[in-house]
């Protein structure tokens, strides 16, 4: 599959950003079997342009909170990080809107799922076929049943990576309410989710991922441990489990070991270290007492700022409401950085 020069970006971005008066064709080329007109600026001017969006439904995803998060980026920086990437919406969000020119890593403590995006990246057209067949059974719940079982089998770990993949993306579009959640053996248990006609296979959607990935290095492990390697003007936004607003709201079982106010405690340690190295850092989580009282105290530089994000408020997805989030993060906020025509350079380790 031929690359992109460019990402595309989406369109009321490149309104804002390019008035009419620029849009001078430097080329058309032919991507993904659509024509595509480029401006002067390097920027995809087509209506046709597709932006690349989460390819698994993630609780906690960030895509009501884009334009807050957006409003809030360092006016430039280096290398962007991501160690709670969970669907990865800020990422792709970042990448259509062309600011990672240094390009990004990113990871999670949850192997299946990075592993995930690594087979989105390498072998995007192998994985687009098996989910193809997944897809015929879409309605079927004991094909469901049959496939969740296979991580309770002693050969689980010699499947392929590709066959692995789709399993947790068949798995993700067909359970309920979209949950990935663990037991304490590390299985899948969500149940069923009878969904009509579920969306289990967008193969535009995933070579647009797959071409978002390709500058992408993809860490499994601890946000503590892959956050080692940042440097002084690297990026770092956190979106970890979040805070519980009540005994019983916010769900943190996305890891067999969940995330309760040790590791809370421990992220804030994390976050005024690399603040003290250099890092821009953006955290978003629940607001309440107990993130206020953590981040007060981790480090004099951070500013914590209310945002209310349109959340799913109970059990019917229906249902909406706004909650109240906080935004933590240890710079001034100006004008947005300035998008780069799309050359991925190079940064030594
Ligand atoms: C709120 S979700 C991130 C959602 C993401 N921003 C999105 O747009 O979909 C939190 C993520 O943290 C991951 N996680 C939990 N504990 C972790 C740990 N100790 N280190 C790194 N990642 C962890 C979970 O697997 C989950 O994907």
Redesign the pocket.
Known sequence: MAQPLWPLCNLPDRKNLYPKSCTLFLARVCYNRQILAVNLSGVCVSEQCVAAR?F?K??????QLLPDLKKRLPAQFRRYH?????????FFHLWNSRFLRYGAVL????SE?IDCYEVVRDHVDALIARLQQHKRHCQDKDYFYEVRSWDRRPDFAERSKVERAARTIFLNRTCYNGL?RLNNKRQFNAPFGHYKNPLIVDPDNLHEVSAALQHVQLRV????D?LNHVAAGDFIYL????VPVSATSSF?H??H???GEQ?QRRLAGVIAELADRGCFVML?NSDTEITRAIYSQAAAELRTETVHASRKINCDGKKRGFVEELLVYNYEVSDLPTPQVHRVLAVAD
Request: charged letters at 10%; hydrophobic letters at 30%.
């Open positions: 989460p698994l993630w609780a906690g995803g960030k895509s991501e160690p709670f990437v969970g669907g990865g919406a800020f990871s999670d403590f949850n799922l990935y492990g601890d946000f503590a892959v979106d970890p489990p979040y943190t996305y890891t070991q969940g995330f590791h978003s």
